[in-house]
DNA sequence: CACGTATATGCCAGTTAGGGTATATTAGAA
DNA sequence: TTCTAATATACCCTAACTGGCATATACGTG
């Protein structure tokens, strides 16, 4: 199990990546708010900080998590070669998406000007 | 296996989709490129296009092959909440990247001036 | 030191995915 | 229809991952 994207494959992985997002968390936190038993937990852990997602500083008996960029972007890299593609593909969803959107206006940079049916 | 992330954890069926990124190919040109057994790249094939990576058409008796968009969308957005986060990181690694990158300019947005170093 | 909290690790069991090989299916050609 | 090419599927086997539980380790406190 060495390649990032084997690390995200597990749910329960993802769920913590995307905890530690927000900010840095200790074991205890995470086992909290994912309801995960610990022992889970620490192994996930040493799992992702044995993979390059995570690093760890000691805070009294606590360890604290948080990210680390690499691997993100190692998987990042590999589906650029397939932006070219689905972008392509994204003026039909666009207008789709258009509808959701309004609320969160990201970048600005997609927002093209398809006829704007709805002014 | 549903997630796109476990489909995508495969490294052959990484393989397949990369080679798909290009053009749309069939079963035999994929065997022979990847140099696979071909009842490895159908039930490969079976898997990626179960989870709408991919879709196919007849073509005498042929299946052509070829990428659908919304699995890599997927991923993508999940990887997005990360972006904020690693793009923090990215001008240490900027500078690093850009004496790998030189033959790969994909968009010419990271090459900003480090210097040129080298010319 | 004894104790409690926080985290890590070891071991076991169940499951499942991936590769290999043989075989079935589909379609065109002779 | 028979033969051949192209692709799909079935079956078996092994390896590896995940989860659960028990236990070990580390650290601070009284």
Chains 1, 2 share one sequence.
Do not use: C
């Not at 690390?7 to 927000?22: C, D």
């Amino acid at each position: 199990m060495d390649s990032a994207f084997e690390i995200i494959a597990e749910p329960n992985r993802r769920a913590i990546l995307s905890l530690l997002a927000t900010s840095q968390q200790s074991v205890g936190e995470i086992e909290r708010q994912l309801r995960m038993p610990q022992p889970m937990v620490s192994k996930h852990l040493r799992v992702l900080r044995e993979s390059g997602f995570v690093e760890s500083t000691v805070d009294a008996q606590r360890r604290l998590y948080r990210l680390k960029p690499e691997p993100f972007k190692e998987v990042d890299n590999w589906l650029a070669q397939f932006r070219r593609f689905w972008s392509a593909h994204v003026d039909a969803l666009e207008r789709h998406l258009d509808r959701m959107n309004k609320s969160t206006p990201t970048k600005g940079k997609t927002t093209k000007k398809t006829t704007q049916p709805k002014p």
